[in-house]
């Protein structure tokens, strides 16, 4: 069984981009990081680079997160790994991370979120897919996007991998729609967390649906949406996501 399926009193704790309010973000250090941190896994971002390896950075480009200028999709692997993506890091391939986050015992639980803008010729989706049955951590990887196209493909290519449908506050309701029925089966939605109340949680627990909420960086806003009833948080520190969930428990205890 999927570790993301299992049904768990609290929710878990999510590294958005690995612990990426202490390290740079995407990078084996702020997944190693996260881990020691005590996060129950981490998300990160993936697409194709122009030599076709699949890397794991957010943005189209590198000006923002690194030394350097350009398109992810126009640069090779060789040249990205020249650069340097904050603190002497480097950008990561989705290889090098599978490998990095691999553990004795409890799994580290990976949400890998393909970008929207990956074109069908890129065939990041088979990549992806391929990578993770590779490591051989189908049970611990859950695939995420707000392209709705893309969580439909996944679900033809890996249907034993969990998938999840992203949106977000600004998103017209019929827009939202739309996109959630394109996405087909999916056994998560995500939504972010200026969404998350207890009556729409509950509404998609009805549908058999869970909840996982991004990026939450308050201990307001953790414990809001942990009452809420989500499954998982995703954020920026995962020891300020640790210690409200730890407050959560508290209070479940204590009634």
């Not at 991370?97 to 990956?118: Q, Y």
């Not at 051989?136 to 679900?155: G, W, Y």
């Not at 509404?203 to 009452?227: P, S």
Request: proline share 6%; charged share 25%.
């Amino acid at each position: 069984m999927n570790a993301w399926l299992s049904d768990r009193p609290l929710p878990l704790v999510i590294a958005h981009r690995g612990a990426s309010a202490h390290a740079p973000e995407n990078t084996l250090a702020a997944f190693r990081l996260a881990m020691e941190q005590g996060a129950d896994g981490a998300e990160l971002d993936v697409m194709c680079c122009a030599s076709g390896e699949v890397v794991v950075i957010h943005d189209d480009t590198v000006d923002r997160t690194t030394n350097g200028r350009g398109r992810v999709s126009a640069l090779s692997l060789r040249a990205l790994k020249q650069l340097d993506a904050g603190a002497g890091e480097r950008i990561p391939t989705l290889s090098e991370v599978l490998t990095a986050t691999e553990r004795p015992g409890t799994p580290f639980l990976l949400n890998i979120e393909l970008k929207p803008n990956a074109a069908p010729r890129d065939q990041l989706e088979a990549k992806v897919v391929d990578l993770v049955r590779q490591h051989a951590c189908t049970e611990r990887v859950l695939f995420s996007s707000f392209n709705p196209l893309i969580v439909r493909r996944l679900a033809r290519l890996a249907p034993e991998v969990p998938r999840a449908i992203l949106y977000f506050s600004g998103m017209p309701k019929l827009l939202r729609a739309l996109v959630i029925a394109l996405a087909g089966a999916h056994e998560f939605q995500h939504p972010d967390h200026r969404l998350v109340v207890p009556e729409h949680v509950q509404r998609l627990r009805a549908i058999g649906k869970r909840v996982n909420t991004w990026t939450v960086n308050t201990l307001e806003d953790a414990l809001r949406v942990g009452r809420a009833g989500v499954a998982g948080i995703i954020g920026d520190s995962p020891s300020l996501l640790r210690a409200s969930v730890e407050a959560l428990g508290l209070k479940i205890e204590r009634g």
